[in-house]
């Protein structure tokens, strides 16, 4: 033991039990559980790895982290986003390639390590039963799964949090460098991963300044003294760290952000993503409201239940802390700036609502084994089996729903195979989604930017057309200039050009689509 520990530990009283806390023991059974859970997550998360196509957001990471790391950092700068993730597929790009299924892989595997954590971080505050419950339902979520196959840093994001929370509990319950360390380690690499990671702090900070009776006096071998201090220069470590970037965040507040949900519309629509499988729900609606109360009901239960048990206290106030503290600063923060919380934002908190299901569930068990005691797995079946029955559709749903973005792919494919060596390729845009069909365009005719999307500059550039020329135009315009706008450009495009396939799954954005002129009327669609 260094001298370091030594110290730490002498200042700190053990339990009443004299001695501290033995690490968390893994017998068999929990090894088998890790077991299955690993392979039913991975199985979920590589499944059809690609096969749906990169999104505009996905490329757009893929081509920032092909640069150099000092370019990399520039560009990252520009998605409104801390550089983490970005530098993480940075190395697997310059390892492995940037195709699909490389650039896809990192985040399916952290989604993986996300379960497997749960299930430590949960049979940490509760016991094997909770542990194994939540962590299946987090695998089979398909929020989460979604988010484990896209490259986004939302996958890390969730896994980091989790990390966090699971060093910072067993530091304050045993103490030692090792667990001081590895809490202030992943919290850094949480922040540097999404801005709403900060909310994790208040989180452990509000935790850590609890009473000791609701902390668990008789569990938690830490005093107050002893504790603040050494958190303090936890969360000083954290936020000196932090500060470098500092600078990059301030000039990202004043970036437009897109449009989307605020204040209790923006936490009602992260609860309706998380608990939609079990009721078939597709998008967020106010309707969801009353759906979601049976949900709410027994997660309600679970805490009355477990609140009752002196040995569950502390955890559960943790517990609820994470659930909740995040929601309450996202609900005043996007009321007082109007930026927006989109439900992927809120995903570090997936694991905790799952977990709070989870007690709802195992309360409702446990109070049937009590008056059937015999029947205890009867009743796991009786709520179990109707759940199984709700998710399976959701999973097959998720697998099978069309693609409802620029599919890049499909268009590349097909120029590829029909583009003569005589004929002229245009791209109506801006550079910011012209490099984004680079990405899967591998022909050998050139792409010609042409910045045209008014419907004036559009008719002009038509008009000066001598030659067969196919024209990919995205669907952004809509939210850049408006419907009004953009549906005049629709109008010229349509009753100038021949479409040759829309390639983006919906009615509203009926512009997106590649086009050609009259002159390649050779091709036979």
Not at 266 to 288: I, V
Request: aromatic share 14%; net charge neutral.
């Amino acid at each position: 033991m260094s001298r370091t520990s030594a110290r730490f530990r002498s200042k700190t009283p053990p339990p009443s039990g004299g001695v501290h806390p033995a690490p968390l023991s893994l017998t068999r059974r929990d090894w088998w559980c890790l077991g299955i859970l690993g392979g039913i997550a991975g199985a979920l998360r590589f499944y059809r790895l690609t096969e749906k196509p990169l999104w505009f957001d996905e490329i757009g990471q893929v081509l920032v982290a092909q640069k150099g790391l000092i370019d990399m950092l520039r560009g990252v700068a520009g998605h409104l986003s801390p550089p983490l993730d970005y530098a993480v597929l940075h190395y697997v790009i310059a390892l492995f390639g940037s195709e699909e299924w490389v650039v896809r892989t990192p985040a399916a595997l952290f989604g993986v390590l996300l379960v497997l954590s749960l299930y430590l971080l949960t049979r940490s505050l509760f016991d094997r039963e909770i542990a194994f419950v939540s962590s299946i339902l987090v695998s089979v979520s398909d929020f989460h799964i979604y988010y484990s196959q896209e490259v986004r840093m939302y996958s890390l994001f969730a896994l980091l949090t989790v990390l966090s929370i699971f060093f910072f509990f067993h530091f304050l319950k045993r103490g030692g460098t090792t667990y001081f360390l590895l809490w202030v380690f992943s919290t850094i690499c949480l922040t540097y991963t999404h801005y709403f990671g900060l909310l994790v702090l208040p989180v452990q900070f509000l935790y850590l300044m609890a009473p000791r009776a609701q902390r668990g006096q008789s569990v938690d071998p830490w005093r107050s003294v002893s504790a603040a201090k050494w958190c303090a220069s936890g969360f000083l470590i954290v936020s000196l760290t932090f500060v470098p970037w500092t600078p990059v965040v301030l000039k990202q507040a004043g970036a437009k952000w897109i449009n989307g949900p605020y204040g209790l519309e923006a936490n009602w629509a992260f609860l309706s993503e998380t608990f939609r499988p079990f009721f078939w729900l597709s998008d967020f609606d106010t309707s969801h409201t009353i759906v979601l109360l049976p949900i709410l009901g027994i997660i309600l239960l679970g805490i009355l239940f477990f609140g009752r048990q002196k040995e569950h206290r502390s955890t559960l106030y943790l517990l609820l802390l994470w659930a909740l503290v995040p929601l309450g600063i996202s609900f005043v923060a996007t009321i007082l700036y109007r930026s927006n919380a989109t439900p992927r934002n809120f995903i570090f908190l997936l694991p905790a609502y799952m977990v709070l299901l989870t007690l709802g569930i195992v309360a409702l068990r446990r109070m049937v084994a009590l008056r059937f005691k015999r029947n205890g797995g009867l009743a796991y079946g009786l709520f179990l089996l109707p759940a199984s029955l709700l998710v399976l559709p959701a999973l097959v749903t998720y697998y099978q729903a069309p693609t409802k973005v620029n599919d890049w792919r499909e268009t590349a494919a097909y120029l590829e195979q029909h583009v003569h060596s005589l004929d002229a390729i245009a791209f109506l845009g801006d550079t910011s989604h012209f490099d984004h069909i680079q990405y899967y365009y591998n022909g050998d005719k050139e792409i010609i930017l042409e910045s045209h999307l008014r419907r004036e500059s559009v008719e002009e550039y038509i008009g000066s057309i001598n030659k067969c020329t196919w024209i990919f135009v995205p669907e952004y315009g809509y939210t850049k200039f408006g419907k009004e706008e953009m549906e005049d450009v629709s109008r010229v495009l349509h009753e100038n050009l021949s479409v040759v396939k829309n390639v983006y799954d919906d009615n509203e954005k009926d512009i997106s689509g590649l086009y050609h002129t009259k002159e390649c009327a050779r091709v036979d669609h």
